[in-house]
């Protein structure tokens, strides 16, 4: 019952959004822009949500070196295992940051890294599995100087 | 980026032993984004692959946007099954590739 609902309301959505993404083409594409970066490397832009953990500070004092780990649920065995991890920052000027394409030779699917944040925003990382399942995680952070450069 | 790499590895590891590996390069990963003192905008130089293979065989493939930061940092694992020559790159929008290699030892 409660899955049918949701069905619904989601077809609902779709529909009104294609006719507003139809009325204003221009001001939805910037909105969405990465919406359609992880629509490029994930092929959807609604991952299922668990398997995927993004640590990052909340309060991030200098954006340009702002630490973040990521952690896949994943045996990584030959047969199950991540194949790629993408992290995208949703607001800066270009929303991708990287890409990890792993392999079960890593035993553990965890990666650490430090990325650029312009502004206060939303990070997202995605996690592409060897079955074809994408899980994903988003989580804010507030930046008090941007990393952008001037 | 003519700096030799980083590379923090454990010289030997128990058969299956899953170990961490710790890689620092310099560079300034330029983002394109900032202008000079003119204003004409300073072309963009980054890192944008890192490649580690373990014997030849490739273990993690990873692609870099500018909004990686300087002097790119990357921790993972590894999981060591025999001895193995672990090789590291990293190429630059100048088509400059450094590498280094480390030996963990399966005793």
């Known amino acids: 019952m409660n899955q049918v609902s949701i069905v619904s309301r989601r077809t609902f959505v779709l529909g009104t959004g294609g006719l507003a993404a139809f009325l204003a083409l221009p001001q939805m594409a910037a909105a969405n822009e990465w919406q359609a970066a992880m629509m490029e490397l994930v092929g959807t832009s609604e991952p299922a949500e668990g398997k995927v953990d993004l640590v990052m500070p909340e309060i991030a004092e200098n954006g340009n070196v702002v630490p973040f780990d990521v952690t896949v649920d994943s045996p990584m065995t030959d047969g199950d295992h991540v194949k790629a991890v993408h992290v995208l920052a949703t607001g800066n000027p270009t929303p991708g940051v990287a890409s990890y394409m792993m392999s079960p030779a890593m035993g553990e699917a965890t990666i650490s890294s430090r990325m650029r944040l312009g502004k206060t925003q939303d990070v997202i990382a995605v996690a592409e599995m060897s079955d074809g399942s994408v899980y994903g995680v988003t989580t804010t952070v507030k930046v008090t100087i941007g990393g952008c450069g001037g | ?107």
Request: proline share 5%; glycine share 4%; hydrophobic share 35%.
């Open chain 2, 1 to 107: 980026m003519a700096a030799k790499p980083r590379v923090k590895a454990p010289k030997k590891a128990a058969a299956g032993e899953i170990v961490t590996i710790k890689t620092l390069v310099r560079h300034n990963m330029e983002t394109g984004q900032r202008k000079d003192s003119d204003g004409n905008k300073i072309p963009r130089d980054i890192i944008h692959t890192f490649v580690c293979t373990v014997n030849g065989k490739e273990a993690l493939r990873s692609k870099w946007e500018s909004a990686v930061s300087a002097n790119p940092y990357l921790a993972f694992p590894l999981k060591i099954m025999e001895t193995s020559e672990v090789v590291f790159s990293w190429t630059d929008d100048q088509g400059e590739t450094v590498s280094t290699t480390k030996t963990i030892t399966v005793a």
